[in-house]
């Protein structure tokens, strides 16, 4: 994996009770819940960061960080990229305003109008995705 790259989530997510879940925009109650990894890559994924800044950003959350950590990172977006739930590029990417926060951080109203004016109806079946 090209850790030059920067990377970024596709579809909205909520952050409470320290649960990163994805999140239908139009459909709130139905979310599914990441795995930790999983979730912590997604809330991540804001497009103004590579895949190298990542690693070292999480190497630096443990005291000695554990020596599989960049194969670690790189299989977890590989899932991701798989479910189409990040992507990868070659550039700095600005997320859409319904992307750019967790939903609890959104004016929802606003977040809707503009998924709908890009198009995007920010409704999928995330059920089996990344399992």
Request: proline share 5%; glycine share 6%; hydrophobic share 35%.
């Amino acid at each position: 994996m090209d850790n030059s790259q920067f990377f970024y989530r596709t579809i909205p997510f909520t952050q409470k009770d320290g649960q990163i879940s994805l999140v239908d925009l139009f459909q709130p109650e139905n979310v599914t819940p990441l795995d930790g990894w999983l979730g912590t890559v997604v809330s991540l994924a804001d497009g103004f960061h590579t895949v190298q800044q990542m690693i070292e950003y999480m190497g630096g959350q443990y005291p000695s960080p554990p020596a599989n950590l960049e194969k670690t990172l790189h299989s977890v977006i590989e899932r991701l990229v798989e479910g189409e739930i990040i992507h990868l590029s070659k550039r700095v990417t600005t997320l859409a305003y319904y992307l750019s926060a967790p939903i609890e951080e959104l004016d929802i109203e606003r977040a809707r109008k503009a998924a709908q004016e890009e198009g995007d109806t920010v409704s999928k079946n995330f059920d089996g995705v990344l399992h």
